[in-house]
């Protein structure tokens, strides 16, 4: 058995305060409120105004302009002011007039954003091969951090900011530079660390080696290490190692979470995986040929069935290809407890909806609308339905995602041309306008709008008409999770 040192006592452990939480039905109404009635979240158009620019258009909507158009996480030159719009650099925030009583009842803190840092290998010297096992823990415990609702930086952002830096992955790391690295991801905590595996030193390493892995945590604001956490035992235990790392961080960084509640549930839910297992997937995701990717990625998920992460990045691949059936088996096999189900779930609609089962697309999609509203989502339930010939639900899901996006031109389409199929020519013939004003060029719009001019009627079966509705295939959830996170983290009196 893994020995087990218990975290080091530390200031903020629930920094919080004391907590008033919504229950999960009275949040997501709230948020659902929050985001798509009386807030739109919506990508900037090409007037970008500057950052904390207020501006009030006519009917007292107020906007907040961030200045920015990339999504979130970014990777500021300059760190990013605080406020709770400013903090979601890709979208434009419109209250309407009821989101100040929101605002009263509810006192918003800011969300924690944490960078997890590859681990230095203290045997590097000697044993480089090894290098492997700390980008590995910094996975693990990132992974474990976003499932938990916490907003953990991805391992792409780290990656740009150390190829900025000229740091290399597995070196042992200056307090310094590890400051300089979190300031440049805009982190508010960093976790960082080293291991060290007993015999590598003279390159001899069992599986029955001792390891031992010590993270630290340090809070930006402060500039202080607030956490310590050290696991040691033998090298065939790291997968259980760095899980016992990753429940000691989320119940430092979320500690409401239901993830948070018992350690002996956390465990459960996260098995050990195979130490080779882990090895392919590690040097998987830092292979540059897709050739090498597939072939570590397909035996990191053939050594261990319970691993579903190499199974994850392998449907995603197929997905890229348009391979869609060789996608869905894969995609299928992510569990709920995984950070990327949501988006699992999102990818597997779209490829049931290609392989032309719309039932299950439906099933799909609406299973990610319930917990992450998005408005790519609803347009492709809404497409989902529409072609199982449930026109009243697929304009409900077309206007939710009009709603949440009006400058969209494909939501525009979805509609009218589900108004169409309806009969409804003139509402239709609004909307295809509404898509010209927005892409003149669009010639699939105009010839619908030609149709509801003419009168023309909805023919199933007509290959020209048929099967016109536009999906969206990428799914950006970070703004929502920013947002869900904030509001979630409120403290104050009750409304």
């Not at 059936?325 to 569990?335: D, F, I, N, S, Y």
């Amino acid at each position: 058995m893994p020995q087990l040192t218990e975290p080091h006592s530390c200031e903020g452990f629930d920094s919080c305060g004391d907590h008033n939480p919504l229950n999960t039905n009275e949040f997501k109404g709230l948020l659902r409120q929050a985001i798509f009635h009386n807030t739109e979240l919506n990508c900037l158009t090409d007037d970008v105004k500057p950052p904390g620019h207020w501006t009030t258009p006519p009917g007292g909507i107020v906007s907040l302009h961030t200045g920015s158009r990339r999504p979130r996480p970014c990777l500021p030159v300059a760190p990013i002011p605080r406020p709770l719009a400013v903090r979601y650099p890709q979208i434009s925030v419109k209250v309407l007039s009821t989101l100040p009583l929101l605002l009263a009842t509810t006192a918003l803190h800011a969300a924690t954003t944490v960078a997890v840092l590859p681990l230095a290998n203290l045997n590097e010297a000697r044993a480089p091969q090894l290098n492997w096992i700390g980008e590995s823990t910094a996975e693990t415990l990132r992974e474990s951090l976003y499932a938990a609702d916490v907003l953990a930086l991805s391992h792409d952002d780290r990656e740009e900011i150390y190829r900025r830096l000229s740091v290399r992955s597995a070196a042992v790391l200056t307090r310094a530079t590890i400051l300089r690295i979190a300031e440049s991801l805009d982190a508010d905590q960093v976790v960082y660390g080293d291991y060290r595996v007993e015999g590598a030193e003279f390159s001899n390493t069992t599986l029955d080696s001792n390891l031992r892995i010590t993270v630290h945590v340090i809070d930006l604001a402060k500039l202080r290490e607030t956490a310590q956490f050290e696991q040691t035992g033998p090298l065939r235990d790291l997968s259980l190692l760095e899980t016992r790392i990753a429940w000691y961080l989320v119940r430092m960084l979320a500690p409401q979470h239901e993830m948070a509640r018992s350690e002996t549930v956390f465990l459960r839910d996260h098995p050990p995986i195979r130490v080779d297992a882990m090895e392919s997937y590690v040097r998987a995701l830092a292979a540059r040929n897709p050739d090498q990717k597939t072939r570590l990625f397909t035996q990191a998920a053939h050594l261990d069935d319970h691993f579903t992460a190499p199974g994850f990045q392998l449907g995603r691949m197929a997905f890229i290809r348009k391979d869609y059936r060789g996608a869905a088996p894969w995609l299928a096999k992510v569990t709920r407890a995984d950070s990327f189900y949501m988006e699992a779930s999102f990818l597997l609609g779209i490829c049931r909806y290609n392989m032309a089962d719309y039932e299950a697309a439906a099933r799909q999609f609406q299973l990610v609308a319930a917990e992450i509203p998005l408005d790519e989502v609803y347009n492709n339930l809404g497409s989902a339905l529409s072609r199982r010939a449930d026109n009243e639900g697929a304009l409900t899901n077309f206007s939710l995602a009009l709603e949440g996006d009006q400058a969209d031109p494909d939501y525009w389409f979805n509609a009218g041309y589900s108004l169409w199929k309806q009969g409804k020519h003139q509402e239709a013939a609004t909307k295809f306008r509404a898509v010209l004003d927005r892409a003149s060029n669009d010639n699939e719009a105009t010839t619908f709008l030609g149709r509801c001019l003419k009168g023309e009627i909805f023919r199933p079966g007509n290959p020209r008409t048929e099967g016109r509705e536009r999906l969206k295939l990428t799914f950006e959830d970070s703004a929502f999770r920013q947002l869900q996170a904030e509001l979630k983290g409120k403290s104050g009196t009750q409304p």
